[in-house]
């Protein structure tokens, strides 16, 4: 009992906020529609929002480090676009393989942002929003837009998307089922988590997050943390426009693209900090849930789709005032001035 | 031998804005040997004169918030959402607008638009200035509340069909110049007054280069952050008067293509990403480069992808031309201070 309390008190205030906002919505919900307290919404949000999650991670990376990247959206398709034209050129049919390649141009497109965030010492924010046109726009001029189905790719390729990790039958007969995704969540949660907070690098990335001069007297090389970063970010950016490729069995070249603020605002509404050092994948899942909740169910209590921004965007404000005015106060306090 | 130094001094007073000025030279050059004739004919300027000013008054303002440090992902969301709420009224979603004078509906609306405006950048200029968040994400913040508020009222749709004399205002010419351009033009002037020639310029350059040191040199920097914010927000609404009044309706993601490219003209304009250092002169002349490229890129037929492509390296490729300049300039510094030394 006097671990628990003391796990509690250790949660920060933004997260408690929002787990506390995220339960008191929900009973909101459940109250009006109980059809919302289901399996099968649980199971749809894991379906439709493993990608987000995953690709939300990196960003957190990246956001730790002191940086931004706001060409992941582009990294991801485009990288999964290469690996399909790949995997049917070569007649490559085996998920495993499939992974590895995408992680590897995903990780490549990460190398080039983070190179050039080094070689021209300007913002990342307009460095990344450069090379995600670039990427963008090269991809379609040479592989052109045209959507590629699942079938096409191969078979086992679409059956992965589409066949579930496990069926629960319901009492009426319904079946509900989970898909493979979120293993790939959870073995990218276990790795991220290792990497961040039992590394070198990881703590490295820390560190530099908070002052990059300071990191760099202590003796990392800030360069290298840098393509630390900013690789996993790219890596885990192209798993995601695989997942959401698998998700819909279909490879849309066009798609995704645009939603690359979405998943910086999921970030920040975790209570990461903008100018990077603190951030937590708890965090950042409970971000990703707050937008997957209200994306799947304000249907169910009974107001159009289109309210969901003005949600999103009320508790994303909320969000980031409550963490920019902690670390003011903080800062204060320590005579940092900052606007 | 005279003419040449001074040139020489000319360059390297501002390095940027001269890059700029070949850039642009280079382009209009590069321009007139493809496509001459085609490009450079009177019905092409006056499309121009049209459709420049809604980009230009948010390049503008986008301009002024780099160069104090910042930077605003709302101001295409702020125009929106004010030219939204303008719209419905106009449309007569609100109230019946036959009964109300005409002219006194259309000037009010135009007021209650900038007012609008007015406020969604005040509210970022409170929230970077009294929470201290980072600009970029309050902004971002504010941009998806706007887009937010501007989809729960339209539910999605296009509002159009406005009453004519509020049309007036996009088609109207003075002079053979078009009324939104003049428009534009009047509020460059301002601005350009503002930041050469008073104190409050002066003081957000400052601001760009070093906060802290504005700060205690008794500069009130969160006053500033939210006159500045509000200036950007009302620019936005004017931008968002332009637009309605010109396309005579108003959407959700109109004008989304514009974030990037105002970036990439202030950056192309000699604005330093950081802050600190840039000018409003140097923005006009690069949209205009902007806009020539664009009008030979769909004279080209480019499809959207390769336009973004084409914007993209652009950007890049500023910066790196800057870059490499200031590193030889700086190194050239060296060189004769070693000379002198000597």
């Known amino acids: 009992m006097e671990k628990l309390k003391k796990r509690i008190k250790n949660i920060p205030n933004t997260e408690k906020y929002l787990i506390v906002i995220i339960l008191l919505y929900s009973l909101v919900v459940s109250a009006i529609n109980p059809s919302f307290l289901s399996l099968e919404t649980l199971f749809d949000i894991c379906r439709s929002w493993s990608g987000m999650f995953i690709i939300a991670i990196g960003t957190l990376v990246v956001m730790i480090s002191g940086g931004i990247d706001v060409s992941s959206t582009a990294v991801a398709i485009v990288s999964a676009h290469i690996t399909v034209r790949l995997i049917i050129a070569w007649n490559i049919d085996n998920v495993l393989v499939t992974i590895i390649m995408v992680i590897f141009f995903g990780g490549a497109m990460g190398l080039i942002n983070a190179c050039l965030v080094q070689l021209l010492k300007v913002e990342p924010f307009i460095i990344t929003l450069g090379t995600g046109n670039v990427f963008f726009g090269l991809s ?25 990790l496990l069926t629960v039958t319901m009492t009426d007969g319904t079946q509900v089922k989970l898909t493979k995704f979120v293993v790939i969540v959870l073995i990218v949660v276990l790795i991220t988590w290792f990497f961040l907070r039992r590394t070198t690098v990881g703590r490295g990335i820390f560190a530099m997050g908070c002052s990059e001069e300071a990191a760099k007297r202590v003796g990392y090389n800030t360069f290298f943390l840098k393509i630390a970063a900013y690789v996993y970010a790219g890596a885990l950016a192209g798993v995601m426009g695989m997942v959401s490729t698998w998700k819909v069995n279909q490879l849309t070249p066009i798609s995704l693209v645009g939603d690359e603020l979405t998943i910086i605002a999921a970030v920040v509404i975790g209570g990461t900090l903008p100018n990077g050092g603190r951030g937590k994948i708890f965090g950042a899942f409970l971000g990703i849930l707050v937008m997957a909740i209200f994306d799947s169910t304000l249907v169910l209590i009974g107001l159009s789709s289109s309210w969901k921004l003005l949600f999103t965007g009320i508790v994303l404000l909320l969000s980031i005032c ?18 | 031998m005279m003419k040449r130094k001074k040139l020489k001094q000319i360059i390297k007073l501002d390095l940027s804005f001269s890059v700029l000025m070949i850039a642009t030279l280079a382009i209009c050059i590069f321009l007139a040997i493809a496509l001459g004739g085609r490009l450079y004919s009177g019905a092409v300027f006056l499309g121009m004169a049209y459709s420049i000013p809604e980009f230009a008054l948010i390049s503008i303002a986008m301009t002024m918030v780099i160069i104090m440090g910042g930077i ?8 929106n959402m004010s030219g939204m709420i303008g719209a419905m009224i106009l449309s007569g979603a609100f109230f019946d607008i036959s009964k109300v004078n005409i002219y006194i509906l259309v000037m009010g609306t135009i007021l209650l638009v900038l007012l609008i405006a007015a406020l969604g950048g005040l509210i970022n200029g409170l929230i970077i200035s009294r929470f201290s968040a980072v600009p970029m994400i309050a902004t971002l913040g504010t941009m998806t509340l706007y887009n937010g508020i501007t989809t729960a009222l339209s539910k999605g749709k296009a509002v159009a069909n406005f009453p004519k004399e509020f049309l007036m205002l996009g088609t109207q010419k003075v002079a053979g110049i078009p009324l939104v351009f003049l428009i534009m033009l009047i509020a460059f002037m301002i601005m350009v007054f503002c930041f050469n020639r008073t104190g409050y310029g002066q003081k957000l350059y400052l601001m760009g280069e070093n906060c802290a040191a504005s700060r205690f040199s008794g500069i009130n920097n969160e006053k500033n952050i939210c006159i500045t914010y509000t200036i950007a927000g009302l620019l936005s609404g004017i931008a968002s008067i332009v637009i309605i009044a010109r396309s005579n309706s108003a959407k959700v993601g109109y004008g989304e293509t514009y974030l990037l490219q105002s970036v990439l003209v202030a950056v192309l304009g000699g604005v330093s990403p950081s802050g600190g250092k840039g000018k409003l002169e140097g923005t006009l002349l690069a949209i205009f480069a902007i806009y020539l490229l664009q009008n030979a890129f769909n004279l080209w037929q480019f499809t959207t992808f390769t336009k973004k492509f084409m914007w993209g390296i652009m950007l890049l490729l500023v910066m790196f031309i800057t870059q490499i300049t200031e590193k030889y300039m700086n190194r050239l510094q060296k060189k004769k201070k070693i000379s002198k030394n000597e």
């Open chain 1, 140 to 164: 379609t001029m040479l592989l052109g837009a045209i959507q590629i189905p699942g079938a096409a790719i191969g078979k086992k390729f679409a059956a992965f998307g589409s066949d579930p």
């Open chain 2, 72 to 79: 605003d992902l709302s101001l295409v969301a702020n125009a």
């Open chain 1, 322 to 339: 409550a963490t920019s005015y902690q670390q003011r106060v903080k800062n204060r306090k320590n005579f940092i001035f900052t606007e």
